[in-house]
């Protein structure tokens, strides 16, 4: 049985770790609600191997962004290559959106080192960090 001392010992323990839990709890919302206000890059990793900081676009490639979006088949990304399709030039201009800070990418760059999913995973974060919908 516990005396008296190891009682109160107990209960301030589970105290201090109750409140630690809460604790954490409200800084791990804090840097949720954070993150999302000053959205914050998403990353993405071509073929290269490489890790790429995909930032929100500025408020003039959202205009293009948004132009474009509406040409391109999305769920699809094989589709925009088909010759009648005609929709290869609109996919490109898009993708290299994400990459404005990255001058050695360019569609070439792409051409090589970007994937069908990879790219349909580029629109779809282009589309979450700038607030677009489908």
Do not use: W
């Amino acid at each position: 049985m516990l005396n008296h001392q190891e009682d109160l010992e107990k209960k301030h323990a589970e105290m201090m770790n109750q409140e630690a839990v809460e604790r954490i709890k409200k800084q791990q919302d804090a840097d949720l609600v954070e993150a999302i206000f000053f959205e914050d890059d998403s990353e993405i990793m071509l073929r290269d191997g490489k890790a790429y900081r995909i930032p929100p676009v500025t408020l003039k490639d959202a205009r293009i962004l948004m132009k474009k979006l509406g040409t391109i088949h999305i769920d699809a990304i094989i589709l925009n290559f088909l010759p009648f399709e005609n929709k290869e030039e609109d996919l490109f201009d898009i993708l290299l959106l994400g990459f404005r800070n990255y001058p050695t990418v360019t569609r070439e760059y792409l051409d090589e080192h970007c994937d069908l999913e990879t790219a349909k995973k580029l629109i779809n974060i282009l589309i979450g960090l700038n607030g677009l919908k489908k």
